[in-house]
């Protein structure tokens, strides 16, 4: 357990564009934030976080809170793992305790695969710094690789002793079930036997974006020609290889602030960079290139420069890379190292000045590298130029951004000594025939779904919900403020006629709007919307009032949610810049008074609405007479025609 002044103390400290900045590339709007969503695949920015607020807010997903619902959310911690990831980053001491056997087995499937994998990482770095074989065998491997003492603890790296069943062993008894142990498959279970997956190899612990241990990669060091030189943990729930990037979590920092990414294949090529001081570096964990993985950097930065060595079969792994990236609208560099080189190697042999100098230098814009490529491969053969030319159209064809495009086309016209028109037009009909396939999908896909698309385009708007929203934005936003108001009394004239009577007073909005919903025995008919409202008024009346910054403190998962939908509501519109546009919003607390009197009076509207619907269902069930109830409605019509003039417009 976590003490609440520990607590308390997270959440003083923690700052949710600092801890949302380490996953999301941020950029000023306004006196917000925006950037892309890390929830959802999207090319235009829809996330927004408030410094002010202290809240987020994705409008592509609906999600939203504080900082740590976005680290629930983002890297699905439990709460007590938010608050210890939170302190670890502000340097805040709290006391942590190792889990219970209660605890463990109390822990969900997901989690309990964490524990497990976190605690293979400590078991294969305590045997490569104090087991004999580990310090001999795996210690003596990272030493000659060039890694210090202090990159070989940063890294967590390690050794898995070269026995069928020791890790296994251990693990089942320090309490770890082998249930558990298969299925992150450190252990490998046939019938009634189990033995370790990774025994006698160096082992590269591979984290998430926010450190979590997810898998491992292991190296073998014998020359055994049976068995794979690198073994990678197989997928499950918590590791996905096509979905993470190795060094990713020590690098997510740099890669922001340079505002580039380099990409490289191994892990001891991200260890030996960013040993040197190069730690904007990330590999593909030795897997194929996936879009998955290029969306995590462009989270971070749109700059992505692929280093490789000057092999053929790196050189073409490269090339299907490149397309993927352009495909995200990326700008993509290669660069290549000297005969005999890899970025391991070479970082290994030069200082950071010198890697530093090379890697600007030698890095090519990709139409420039693949035209030299395919060049060499086409030599004078017409025919194999042709089809250079064509694979480099395909690649730019992939670019999202027209005007990209056509800064391509004119530079590969330049290099290929092809003219611009013949270019262009190979492009139109590549990208012609690309639309058409398109559209030939998507005509098939209406066909499928029929009328599902109509219908959902035809939902009404739950005009309750929007109005209940209403009430707590207005206790959010003006609760503890002063107003004045002009309340309607409804008497009888001396004609025996209804009609509302203004009559002027002060009082504090929350007083308002609490006194009215008793007067008129109205209740929210949204639970979460319930519960919220009596939260923030029982705190109105208690004088706490409440503090933005610290009330998502107090909140449930789904409380949170709502406050960041209603608080950064009016905060979506400078994602689009209207203001560029000439399209001012109105904004609200110009006018208190009006805005809360104008929502208690569109709810009671509504109610009207309702009441004589169901009145006039009384009417159609009845077979007596009906002048009673078709005067309440008549009383009720007059009484909206009153309210109508109240609000300015006919309802």
Request: charged content about 30%.
């Amino acid at each position: 357990m976590i003490d609440r002044a520990s607590i308390d103390k997270v959440f003083e400290t923690a700052r949710v564009e600092e801890v949302i900045g380490d996953f999301v590339q941020l950029k000023k709007s306004g006196s917000n934030y925006k950037g892309l969503s890390p929830f959802t695949d999207e090319r235009s920015p829809s996330f927004m976080v408030s410094p002010v607020k202290q809240i987020w807010k994705d409008f592509s997903s609906g999600k939203g809170g504080n900082v740590v619902a976005f680290l629930m959310e983002h890297e699905h911690f439990t709460y007590p793992e938010a608050i210890k990831y939170l302190a670890k980053k502000y340097n805040i001491e709290i006391e942590e305790t190792l889990p219970s056997p209660e605890e463990k087995e109390a822990a969900g499937e997901r989690e309990s695969l964490y524990l497990v994998s976190e605690y293979a990482q400590k078991y294969f770095a305590k045997t490569l710094w104090e087991d004999e074989e580990g310090k001999a065998i795996g210690l003596s491997y990272f030493k000659e690789r060039g890694f210090t003492d202090e990159t070989i603890r940063s890294f967590g790296l390690g050794y898995s002793p070269d026995s069928w069943d020791a890790f296994t062993k251990q693990a089942l008894a320090d309490g770890y079930l082998l249930d558990f142990l298969d299925k992150t498959g450190l252990s490998i279970v046939k019938e009634t036997k189990s033995f370790d997956r990774f025994k006698g190899r160096v082992m590269f612990p591979i984290h998430s974006m926010s450190g979590r241990v997810l898998g491992f990669g292991g190296r073998i060091l014998t020359n055994d020609k049976k068995a794979a030189k690198y073994l990678n943990s197989p997928e499950s729930d918590i590791y996905h290889k096509s979905k993470v990037l190795y060094g990713l979590y020590y690098a997510k920092q740099s890669i922001a602030k340079e505002n580039s990414c380099y990409l490289v294949e191994g892990y001891t090529d991200v260890i030996q960079l960013h040993q040197r001081g190069v730690q904007n570096v990330v590999a593909s964990s030795g897997t194929a290139l996936t879009p998955d993985q290029i969306r995590l950097i462009r989270r971070l930065t749109n700059n992505i420069t692929v280093l490789f060595d000057g092999d053929a079969a790196g050189l073409r792994a490269s090339l299907r890379g490149i397309d993927l990236i352009l495909e995200e609208n990326m700008n993509v560099k290669v660069c290549s190292f000297p005969e005999g080189d890899d970025p391991d190697s070479f970082a290994r042999t030069h200082e950071y000045e010198e890697i530093v100098s090379f890697l600007e230098e030698n890095a090519k814009d990709f139409i420039q590298f693949k035209a030299e490529l395919l060049a060499k491969d086409a030599k004078n053969d017409p025919i194999k130029k042709a089809e250079c030319v064509r694979d480099m159209i395909e690649s730019i064809s992939k670019i999202p951004d027209k005007i990209s495009q056509e800064i391509y086309v004119k530079e590969c016209s330049k290099i290929m000594d092809i003219s611009e028109e013949a270019l262009f037009s190979s492009l139109y009909q590549l990208t012609k025939g690309k639309i058409r396939q398109a559209n030939k999908q998507e005509k098939q896909q209406r066909a499928t779904t029929g009328l599902t698309a109509v219908q959902t385009v035809q939902e009404k708007v739950n005009q309750l919900h929007e109005l209940e929203t209403d009430i707590i934005r207005a206790l959010l936003l003006f609760g503890d403020k002063e107003a004045e108001f002009e309340d309607l009394i409804l008497k009888q004239n001396n004609q025996n006629q209804l009609e509302l009577v203004a009559e002027k007073y002060s009082c504090k909005v929350f007083e308002k709007i609490f006194l009215d919903l008793q007067q008129d025995e109205i209740d929210f008919s949204h639970p979460d919307f319930k519960a919220l409202y009596h939260l923030l008024v029982q705190k109105f009346q208690s004088d706490e009032g409440i503090d933005l910054k610290n009330l998502s403190h107090a909140l449930d998962k789904t409380a949170n949610e709502i406050v960041s939908d209603i608080l950064m509501n009016e905060e979506q519109y400078q994602l689009h810049n209207w203001e560029r546009k000439n399209i001012f919003v109105k904004v609200k607390d110009k006018s208190i008074a009006q805005f809360v009197s104008e929502i208690i009076l569109n709810l009671r509207s509504y109610l009207i609405e309702q009441k004589k619907v169901e009145l006039m269902q009384q009417i159609t069930s009845k077979t007596e007479s009906h002048t009673e109830i078709l005067e309440e409605i008549n009383n009720y019509n007059k009484l909206k025609v009153l309210l109508g003039r109240k609000l300015e417009r006919v309802i």
